[in-house]
């Protein structure tokens, strides 16, 4: 592959932010995180996970006509 990097295509979006300087320093220190823009980051992750659980969790029952999903044994 010669040119591996011609097919990537990246978006990146500046913006500026008013953040509790203390809370991304609590944050920078209990995460893995190296910079704030991967605090910010990691916290927008967990925001659409928990969202995505959120409406997981409101169509429980919903459904009323599916079968059990198969499942492996293993």
Known sequence: MTHAYESACFVCMR??????ENL???????????????VI???LRALLEREARRRLRAL???LPDLAATPRRRS
């Open 41 to 43: 980051e990691m916290g």
């Open 60 to 62: 429980e029952g919903k």
């Open 15 to 20: 913006t500026t932010l008013d953040l509790d």
């Open 24 to 38: 991304v320093r609590s944050a920078l220190s209990q995460t893995r995180a190296r910079t704030k823009t991967e």
